[in-house]
T-cell receptor, first 114, second 115 residues
């Protein structure tokens, strides 16, 4: 089955700095890579995703890059703000038995200091 | 509009008791998923439903865990004879369908503590 590794587990930055979270996956059949943000006491919320036919996608201050050859993808947050503080999860999914059940990384706790 | 709701938000129970967790998905979403989130861990997939059917139950940790969905809507996750290692946050998500890229919308979770 799929195995997703996520690093770092904790990331502490100053407001205005950039933050980068990296994930690797094992199943070459994976073709959909979402990123979720989980704030305290809430469920994860999708913030950006990328498919295997795209190398990079950007949405305002966040961007995701994908390297299918190396089987890794990264989340980039620029000009970080205190409200970016949360736990971020990467995931990878591919069709299995007709469904797409994502495998999640262990999460990265991002702390943005004002 | 209304998102995914879960109840109760917190549940404290004694070892050996049965618990039932409820999930109300977004109206019209045919796919429903249950995950378990332990402290410092990622999301562990438990089971999914397409309509009322659960094609793959292999993610359930043991035969003490069961889930059902009725009317293509509400789902319940039941844990029998709870153990301390069952303590975790149980998350439910729903999506419009089961295709790749169908966004999963998560509920706030039920925090289960087994004493």
């Amino acid at each position: 089955g799929e195995n997703v590794e996520q690093h770092p587990s904790t990331l502490s930055v100053q407001e205005g700095d950039s933050a980068v979270i990296k994930c690797t996956y094992s199943d070459s059949a994976s073709n959909y890579f979402p990123w979720y943000k989980q704030e305290l006491g809430k469920g994860p919320q999708l913030i950006i995703d990328i498919r295997s036919n795209v190398g990079e996608k950007k949405d305002q201050r966040i961007a995701v890059t994908l390297n299918k050859t190396a089987k890794h993808f990264s989340l980039h947050i620029t000009e970080t703000q205190p409200e970016d503080s949360a736990v971020y999860f990467c995931a990878a999914s591919a069709a299995s038995g007709g469904s797409y059940i994502p495998t999640f990384g262990r999460g990265t706790s991002l702390i943005v200091h004002p | 509009g209304a998102g995914v709701s879960q109840s109760p938000s917190n549940k404290v129970t004694e070892k050996g008791k049965d618990v039932e967790l409820r999930c109300d998905p977004i109206s019209g979403h045919t796919a429903l998923y249950w995950y378990r989130q332990s402290l410092g861990q990622g999301l562990e997939f438990l089971i999914y439903f397409q309509g009322n059917s659960a094609p793959d139950k292999s993610g359930l940790p043991s035969d003490r865990f069961s889930a059902e969905r009725t009317g293509g809507s509400v789902s319940t996750l039941t844990i029998q004879r709870t153990q301390q290692e069952d303590s975790a946050v149980y998350l439910c998500a729903s999506s419009l369908a089961l295709g790749a890229g169908d966004e999963q919308f998560f509920g706030p979770g039920t925090r289960l503590t087994v004493l």
